[in-house]
């Protein structure tokens, strides 16, 4: 199902080159290739990906060009090409033909059948002229033709993360595959798992706020907001359950000065990357529940400075101080439900809106299935659709 997306850029389409690419060429041709995706119907961002990934795969000038003489076109000692001219499998008929129908445009078109073929289809007589796949508007159209014939299985390829097999849908072989796989990974956006070394659960915000707009909507947490509760830090989702909020605004207001939080509400997934990082001991992480047990995926517990100070206040309110071995860290003990089996049931719920393909089953359940596809969701939460 095609996507309300913006073309990309040709800055966006300079990020997925190296640096050695010709700025000057994505500048011109680009447009040209955006173009003719539109006009077939491929336009989004997946198949504008692939059209990139194959330029790349072919020559990283991103320029329509012939290919070159070299020993698997050519003998040694025979005349250019020749070795395709008998190539019966691509509709070659003998001397002059391997030349005439070399490997030209962002495609590399090779052999008389194929000229013959995607000439007609795209209204060119590629036979009588086929020097014409190398002009900009022409080989823009055959390589957008070129993969709209392999729509289907070029995007259940993308889509199931079988690089190699979308490099032979269009290659037939492998030639490029690193080329193709870099510009197909720079281009896609960050996912979960990639964003694990930033250290940082708001680098999934996105994701995980929609969630959470599935648990708000249901009135199961409310948002803490008061003169003299600070949150610190990007990963703090400001959210706790109604009377856990409550209590510690009382707490707040009896003490009469700033309480700063660390970290209130954490999703499943957020969960997910702290436990892995203290498991892997990065990020300065000593221990953390996996998902989704901890308090903080039910919006019943808070990180805060100062735990000292405030133990006396927040404990005539409902909150239990943890202990030495997390001291920052207090618990709503005086009610409250789970949430976590409900948080990772939105995320089931929301992954299988977008993967009706790859579902989970909507158990509400932590388990590989859903940590694997929390690792694959993107990290700015999923597109909305059309
Ligand atoms: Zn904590």
Redesign the pocket.
């Known amino acids: 199902m095609a996507q309300a997306q913006q073309p990309l850029t040709a800055t966006e389409v300079s990020a997925l080159f190296p640096a050695a690419t010709p700025r000057s060429n994505i500048a011109r041709y680009w447009p040209y290739i955006s173009s003719a995706l539109a006009e077939e119907g491929i336009g989004d961002r997946a198949m504008a990906l692939l059209a990139l990934a194959t330029i790349r795969a072919e020559s990283e000038g991103f320029e329509p060009i012939d290919e070159h003489p070299s020993a698997w076109n050519t003998a040694p000692g025979g005349h250019p090409y020749g070795l395709y001219d008998e190539r019966r499998d691509l509709g070659n008929l003998g001397s002059g033909d391997g030349e005439a129908f070399r490997g030209r445009g962002f495609v590399q078109l090779t052999g008389r059948d194929n000229y013959a073929r995607y000439g007609e289809q795209i209204g060119v007589d590629l036979l009588k002229r086929p020097d014409l796949a190398n002009e900009p508007e022409v080989a823009a159209h055959l390589l957008a033709r070129f993969l709209k014939e392999r729509e289907a299985p070029l995007r259940h390829a993308l889509a199931s993360d079988n690089l190699a097999a979308a490099r032979r849908l269009v290659n037939g072989g492998q030639h490029g595959l690193n080329r193709f796989s870099d510009t197909i990974r720079r281009g896609q956006p960050a996912s979960v798992a990639s964003t694990r070394s930033t250290c940082d659960t708001g680098a999934i915000a996105g994701l995980s706020q929609q969630v959470l707009d599935r648990l708000e909507t249901q009135g199961a947490l409310v948002a803490v907001a008061h003169p003299l509760i600070q949150l610190e830090g990007a990963h703090n989702n400001a959210w706790l359950q109604p009377q856990a909020a409550k209590a510690l605004i009382a707490a707040v207001e009896e003490r009469g000065e700033p309480l700063v939080i660390n970290?209130a509400l954490r999703t499943p997934m957020q969960q997910h990357l702290i436990h892995q990082q203290a498991q892997r001991s990065e990020c300065g992480i000593q221990a953390a529940a996996p998902p989704p047990f901890?308090n903080?995926n039910s919006g019943l517990?808070?990180?805060i400075e100062d735990a000292s100070g405030w133990r006396p206040y927040l404990e005539r309110h409902g909150w239990q101080w943890?202990g030495a071995w997390?001291p920052?860290?207090f618990d709503y003990a005086a009610g409250g439900v789970d949430l976590g089996g409900a948080q990772v049931l939105a995320f089931q719920q929301l992954w299988n809106e977008h993967n009706p393909k790859a579902p989970l089953v909507e158990d509400g359940l932590w388990g590989p299935a859903t940590a694997a596809a929390v690792e694959r969701s993107p990290a700015a939460g999923f597109p909305s659709k059309a």
């Open positions: 970290s901890s903080h517990a808070i990180d943890l997390d920052m860290h």
